[in-house]
């Protein structure tokens, strides 16, 4: 079956700073990965998801995530962290898109 | 465009009682989901349904009832709520291989 392991469950990060979120997946077969974002009081959002066409995919608000095989990591990145951005990230892996895994999520926190 | 609602938002309850979370959605999606969201856990998923009268169970199906007699309604039933499944219970929808919708979520607080 798969499972995700998100790496640290709350980062901080400055405004303007890099924003990385770590991912690591495993699946016996090709997977679709997900990154959501959850704001307080409400559901998940879908920032991006990657389905083997591009290993780079690139989603709403500025982030991105790159699909790495070798290391079966989906980390998610934004250049430039704005304040907006602090919310709760999930990543989750499928391998038939309906039978989702979550990881247990990363609250980002970001700094004036 | 209302999406996908649920319904209530907010549900306290005692321990033994019969509680139902009602989801709907008004995109004509096939597939609809429950999951419940615990801190440490993320989102774990309870039952989905591929279409009416299909469901399947999830990682967490015990202690939870779903029916799906019309396409756009996705009922979750506790049949004797128990402490620890007060949580926060969301509902999802999508087409085949499409990305899940997910509703505003209700939370459930057990007595």
């Known amino acids: 079956a798969q499972s995700v392991t998100q790496l640290g469950s709350h980062v901080s990060v400055s405004e303007g700073a890099l924003v990385l979120l770590r991912c690591n997946y495993s699946?016996?077969?090709?997977?679709?990965l997900f990154w959501y974002v959850q704001y307080p009081n409400q559901g998940l959002q879908l920032l991006l998801k990657?389905?083997?066409?591009?290993?780079l995919v690139k989603g709403i608000n500025g982030f991105e995530a790159e699909f790495k095989k070798s290391e079966t990591s989906f980390h998610l990145t934004k250049p430039s962290a704005h304040m907006s951005d602090a919310a709760e990230y999930f990543c989750a892996v499928s391998d038939n898109n309906n039978d989702m895994r979550f990881g247990a999520g990363t609250r980002l926190t970001v700094k004036p | 465009d209302a999406g996908i609602t649920q319904s209530p938002r907010y549900k306290i309850t005692e321990t033994g009682r019969q509680v139902t979370l009602m989801c709907h959605q008004t995109?004509?999606?096939?597939?609809m989901f429950w999951y419940r969201q615990d801190l440490g856990h993320g989102l774990r998923l309870i039952y989905y349904s591929a279409a009416a009268d299909i469901t399947d169970k999830g990682e967490v199906p015990d202690g939870y009832v779903v029916s799906r007699s019309k396409t756009e309604n996705f009922p979750l039933t506790l049949e004797s709520a128990t402490r620890s499944q007060t949580s926060v219970y969301f509902c999802?929808?999508?087409?085949?291989?499409?990305?899940?919708?997910f509703g505003p979520g209700t939370r459930l607080l057990v007595l």
């Open positions: 699946s016996s077969v090709p997977p679709y």
């Open positions: 990657y389905t083997s066409a591009a290993t």
């Open positions: 999802a929808s999508s087409e085949l291989r499409g990305t899940q919708y």
């Open positions: 995109w004509s999606h096939s597939y």
